[in-house]
């Protein structure tokens, strides 16, 4: 889950009462235990439950309204997708895209409080591994459609539920998808995105998630005919110094800032609640993009580094074959997060400027995808803005770009502009995403529906 930091009478163009899209009483209830039998599926890689966990969930489907032939789920390997298609009243409208995932990460039961895949709700909140990512969501959602569904609303736009089955490893399913669905108005992805709350509980910012760096693994190797220790050589033929050379040349290097729409509008919103230079430095950054003092001194924190420039580090390391052997062949493998809007090509080119060594073999590491942020258009933010009303009332949207990536990065590379709109409302201290005793808070399912409500009935009806 890639989390932030840490349309006027819309409702008339939907069939049915506008008092009927309000959540229902028993629906927080009805979630809470989507949720929890959710967690009961261990869908890490490798368990093949993705299959088991999509069946469940066409099950909910099907008994919350949905027609058997409109709930599809298509096997691609040990993982797939499910798709859940609500017709809309007009075809000639492109539809809506709700993107969520149905694995997780691995979870070690040994090195948990509780059992990862056995649902707890303890001191309000539910504890599970996917808790959080991405089970909340994909339980709120198929929530929030069933109970639609049952009041007898019917969209002007189709409603497609899009859930991928390895987001969290290959994002094959994400891919094959986003190349199904291509062509469709926009995507709303419920792993991304959402509030944060400060450590009292009080509402702070709503982060709308509308772009996200791209991710791309390089190789750097160098190699050598070798020979026996006791006879060196060269210190430049020997492949473990050069790629010692490499290295100390990529961390020296700064790729240059940065800046679009989101960039802009979060450092804006950041700067009013950071106190010192630091804030001060984002002021300025925002106002100026190329103010290279500020840009400097925003990446010289972790935090916020991503936030104005591609960044590359040396991430593995490999080399030699033997103790008393000189080395025939060392590597280095370099993570890249890229700004949106740059290629990949483009960071490779600069790798190989900055290494400097014509003997330099560089390879590209998996199939990287790239793709551009998605605009803010009046439409979707004015729907934003109704839907956290909704939940939250009063809190300001921060457009927001993730260093981490999501399935967005699929859709958007084919030309569908997707936003990370999560429902959840959380403290930074309870964000255990990934990590050992995840957990959501109870009392975030009730704001998330009357979110996915909102966003969905406004959406749908133009």
């Known amino acids: 889950m890639v989390r932030f ?10 069939s049915g009462s506008a008092a009927a899209a309000a959540p229902q009483p028993d629906e927080a209830g009805r979630a809470l235990d989507l949720l929890k039998a959710s967690i009961g599926f261990q869908t890490v890689e490798g368990h093949h439950q993705v299959p088991a966990y999509a069946a469940y969930l066409k099950g909910v489907l099907v008994k919350g309204g949905f027609a058997p032939s409109d709930v599809v789920f298509t096997p691609i390997g040990e993982t797939g997708t499910l798709e859940a298609t609500w017709k809309g009243s007009d075809p000639s409208l492109k539809p809506i895209v709700i993107s969520d995932h149905m694995d997780v990460v691995a979870a070690d039961p040994k090195d948990w409080t509780r059992s990862p895949f056995k649902a707890v709700v303890e001191n309000g909140y539910t504890y599970g591994r996917g808790a959080i990512d991405d089970k909340f969501d994909v339980s709120v959602v198929i929530t929030a ?9 019917r969209p002007k736009r189709t409603i497609i539920l899009a859930l991928s089955g390895d987001e969290e ?16 108005d926009i995507v709303l992805n419920g792993d991304g995105g959402g509030g944060t709350l400060d450590e009292s509980g009080k509402p702070l910012l709503y982060g709308l998630q509308a ?14 005919a070798g020979g026996h220790s006791s006879r060196p050589g060269k210190v430049a033929d020997n492949p473990i110094y050069r790629v010692a050379k ?3 040349r990529i961390a020296a290097y700064q790729f240059p800032p940065q800046a679009n729409e989101l960039t802009v509008a979060y450092l804006s919103a ?15 950054f925002a106002a100026n993009p190329k103010d290279s003092e500020a840009a400097d001194e925003l990446s010289a924190d972790p935090e916020f580094v991503g936030q104005v420039r591609t960044t590359c580090v040396a991430t593995m390391l490999s080399g ?8 025939q062949r060392a590597a280095v493998s370099v993570n890249c997060r890229i700004f949106p809007g740059v290629k990949i090509p483009e960071i490779e080119a600069t ?4 290494v400097d060594d014509p003997d330099a073999k560089f390879t590209t590491l998996g199939n990287p995808t790239s793709s551009d942020a998605s605009p803010l258009s009046p439409r979707i933010m004015a729907a934003v803005k109704k839907a956290v009303e909704a939940n939250r009332p009063g809190v300001e949207i921060v457009p927001s770009m993730s260093a981490g990536a999501s399935d967005s990065l699929y859709f958007r590379a084919v030309g569908i502009p997707s936003y990370g709109v999560s429902g959840a409302f959380m403290k930074p201290s309870d964000d255990f995403a990934h990590g050992l005793n995840e957990r959501s808070p109870v009392d975030a399912i009730p704001g998330a529906l009357r979110q996915w409500h909102s966003l969905l009935t406004t959406l749908a009806a133009d």
């Open 351 to 354: 790798l190989k400027k900055v």
């Open 169 to 184: 490893t290959d994002m094959h399913t994400a891919q094959a998808l986003a190349k199904k669905l291509k062509g469709a």
């Open 246 to 248: 490499a290295i100390d």
């Open 145 to 153: 459609l069933t109970t639609m569904k049952q009041q007898g609303l």
């Open 211 to 224: 772009g996200e760096k791209t991710y791309a693994d390089f190789e750097i190797a160098f190699t050598s």
């Open 270 to 284: 950041m700067a009013k609640r950071t106190p010192g230079s630091l804030g001060q430095a984002m002021q300025r």
């Open 320 to 327: 030699g074959h033997a103790l008393n052997a000189l080395p």
């Open 5 to 14: 930091g840490m349309a006027l009478a819309a409702m008339a163009a939907i």
